[in-house]
Structures are given as C-alpha cells and as structure tokens.
C-alpha cells in the first residue's frame, strides 16, 4: 500500500525496494545540502555589502548588494 502523502523516498521504497529508495535518499540529502549551501552563500554575500558601508542599494524589495566576482 502506498501512502497517499510521500517523498520520492517513500514512493521509491514502496515501489522499487529498499536499494533504489536508499540511493534516492541520499540524492535527496546531497540535494538538500547543495541548496542550503547556495542560499548560505547569497547570504553571506548580502551580509557583507551590507556591513561595509554604502554599498547596499534600498529597493522595493530590499537591499541589493552589488556584484562580486565570484570566489
């Protein structure tokens, strides 16, 4: 029986087995990790225009920090 509310975890278990569900599992923790790394590092990169100074630009939106080249 498979569970009406999932992750591609449990769709995987309950349809292809225990192997498949554990790699897919996995892809989904290094997923998880390389998206919270990207969001760490835009914020690092907001953090540190706006403690420098005058470099943040007030929008609508927010603060925009200016371009850096990437590190």
Partial sequence: MIPI???AYTYTYA?????????I??????EY???N???SVGFRRTWWACSIGSACI???VG?????????
């Fill in 37 to 39: 790394m990207a969001v």
């Fill in 25 to 30: 599992g996995w892809d989904l923790i290094l």
């Fill in 15 to 23: 349809t292809m087995g225990e192997l498949i569900a554990w790699i």
């Fill in 63 to 71: 603060f925009l920090p200016p371009i850096f080249p990437a590190d």
């Fill in 58 to 60: 007030r929008t609508h």
């Fill in 33 to 35: 990790a390389v998206s």
């Fill in 5 to 7: 509310a999932g992750s």
